[in-house]
């Protein structure tokens, strides 16, 4: 099970994801996937699974962002931390 697979079958459960920013930066966020509050309503122009991005609503920031499925390093998952190979540490 790769990482996009585990994430959508634990569908709102808290994340946290260790990935490199574009700017070469790590970092780590706390995030739901799945959350639809204070959404518009028009949705997006683009599917972002297609592009490996991933949609998630940043708990601290309290905002919407989109993650680089290819620049995640490690997410934990309630409590079970997971490898960029999808196995448990």
Do not use: Q, W
Request: proline letters at 2%; a positive charge; charged letters at 30%.
């Amino acid at each position: 099970m790769n990482i996009m697979e585990r994430i959508k079958a634990n569908r709102g459960r808290l994340l946290t994801l260790r990935f490199v920013k574009k700017d070469g930066s790590m970092r780590y966020m706390r995030c739901l996937y799945g959350i639809n509050r204070g959404l518009s309503g028009r949705g997006l122009k683009y599917v972002p699974e297609e592009r490996g991005l991933l949609p998630v609503y940043d708990i601290d920031v309290k905002g919407y962002r989109m993650i680089n499925l290819g620049s995640v390093e490690i997410n934990h998952i309630e409590n079970f931390e997971y490898s960029l190979s999808g196995e448990k540490i």
